[in-house]
C-alpha cells in the first residue's frame, strides 16, 4: 500500500470509519486523475499525495462523523470544485444520488471524465450557478443534504443551498476553526431563508488541523424570491443586511 493511501486508511480510522478495498481503490484511482488533469487544467494546489489524502479525501470523509445517509436519499455539493467532498462520499455512499454542481466548466469536465472512470452511477456533474440552481423547478426542493466545502460565508451558503433542499433536510458547511464567528451573523437570514443551526462539530485532521462542520436544518418552504440574482447577492448581502423585515 502507498504511503498516502496509509495516511487514508490510518485517518479514515480515527474518524471511526472503516474503508473497503473498493473503496481505498477507487480513491486511489481519483487521486491519481486528478493529478494527471491537474498538470493541464489547474483543478487544485494541492499535488502532494499525502496533502491530497489528508486535506481533500480525508477532509471529505468527515462529514460521515454527523452524517447519517438512507437508502434513496438526494444530496448535493455546491462549489464541488474537483470533487470534494462530492466524489469519496459518492464512492462510499452508492445508496445516495449526488449532485455535485460548479461554476467552472472545466472543473465539471473533469468531473464527468472521473465519474465514467470511476463506475459511479449515482453521481450526476452539473455545470451552473448555485443561484440559478435554486429557482429551476428540477432542483429545487429536491435533496436532503447539501454539502458546501469553503465556498462561501455562511450566510451566502445558507441562501445558496436552503432552498435546494426538502423541509427537514440539512446544510453542511465545512469550514475552518475560526467559522463558528459567522454564526451570529446569520440571524436574519436564517429568518428569511426558513433554517435554524442545529449544531457544530469541532474535529482534527492529520496534516490537515483544524476543522468545524456546522449543520443548518431547513424548518419551511423558502419563499419563491430565494434565491436571489447573483449580482444582488453579492450587492446585498442578507447577512450584511440590517434593513430587511422578517416574515
Not at 470544485?81 to 472545466?106: M, Q, T, W
Not at 436544518?217 to 419563499?223: E, G, L, M, S, Y
Request: with cysteine; net charge neutral.
Amino acid at each position: 500500500m502507498n504511503d498516502y493511501m496509509i495516511q487514508l486508511h490510518n485517518g479514515a480510522q480515527a474518524l471511526g470509519l472503516t474503508l473497503t478495498a473498493d473503496e481505498e481503490t477507487r480513491l486511489a484511482r481519483f487521486l491519481e486523475l486528478l493529478l494527471e488533469r491537474n498538470q493541464h487544467v489547474n483543478l487544485t494546489a494541492i499535488t502532494e499525495p499525502r496533502e491530497v489524502a489528508s486535506k481533500h479525501f480525508l477532509d471529505s470523509l468527515s462529514v460521515e462523523t454527523i452524517w447519517h445517509p438512507r437508502p434513496g436519499d438526494r444530496a448535493i455539493d455546491i462549489g464541488t470544485g474537483a470533487g470534494f467532498p462530492g466524489i469519496p462520499l459518492a464512492i462510499r455512499h452508492p445508496e445516495v444520488a449526488f449532485v455535485l454542481n460548479d461554476s467552472v466548466r472545466k472543473k465539471v469536465d473533469f468531473l464527468r471524465d472521473a465519474v465514467t472512470d470511476l463506475r459511479l452511477p449515482n453521481v450526476v456533474p452539473f455545470w451552473e450557478r448555485a443561484e440559478t440552481l435554486g429557482r429551476n423547478g428540477q432542483y429545487r426542493q429536491q435533496f436532503n443534504v447539501a454539502f458546501a466545502r469553503a465556498v462561501a460565508h455562511l450566510g451566502a451558503l445558507i441562501e445558496y443551498a436552503l432552498p435546494l433542499l426538502k423541509v427537514g433536510g440539512t446544510l453542511i458547511a465545512m469550514k475552518g476553526p475560526s467559522g463558528e464567528r459567522e454564526i451570529p451573523e446569520c440571524a436574519q437570514v436564517l429568518a428569511l431563508i426558513g433554517g435554524e443551526v442545529t449544531g457544530t462539530h469541532h474535529l482534527s485532521l492529520p496534516e490537515a488541523g483544524e476543522r468545524l462542520l456546522i449543520a443548518v436544518r431547513k424548518t419551511r418552504v423558502t419563499r419563491q424570491e430565494f434565491p436571489r440574482e447573483p449580482g444582488m447577492m453579492k450587492k446585498k448581502p442578507l447577512f450584511l443586511d440590517s434593513t430587511r423585515s422578517t416574515p
